[in-house]
Nanobody, 116 residues
Framework: QVQFVESGGGLVQPGGSLRLSCVTS????????MGWYRQAPGKQRELVST????????NYADSVKGRFTISRDNAKSTVYLQMNSLNPDDTAVYYC?????????WGQGTQVTVSS
């Protein structure tokens, strides 16, 4: 099981930006991939973006392509999600996830609210 510390959520106006961070205490090279899910009240949890740790291959949900960028700093055992051009539909709890040893681990979540 991988443990995380997530940060960067908050309240932002439409069109604004936030950067989420996910720091793991585990050796990041033992992790295959990390990413972000989000869940709005009453809705299914949605995969937002993923990145492989070694190769850096990325994937994005269609709803965030061109606006969000996922990256990782392996030396800091940290994955980031830069979120630009935010709109109210992006409002959700965002969860950091990791795949290691064939298992998926979840963070505690950080709230992102986009509202004027």
């Amino acid at each position: 099981q991988v443990q995380f510390v997530e940060s960067g959520g908050g309240l932002v106006q439409p069109g604004g930006s936030l950067r989420l961070s996910c720091v793991t205490s585990r050796d990041i090279y033992t992790i295959y991939a990390m990413g972000w899910y989000r869940q709005a009240p009453g809705k299914q949890r949605e995969l937002v973006s993923t990145i492989t740790i070694v190769g850096g291959s990325t994937n994005y949900a269609d709803s965030v392509k061109g606006r969000f960028t996922i990256s990782r700093d392996n030396a800091k055992s940290t994955v980031y999600l830069q979120m630009n051009s935010l709109n109210p539909d992006d409002t959700a709890v965002y969860y950091c996830v990791a795949i290691a040893d064939g298992r998926t681990s979840w963070g505690q979540g950080t709230q992102v609210t986009v509202s004027s």
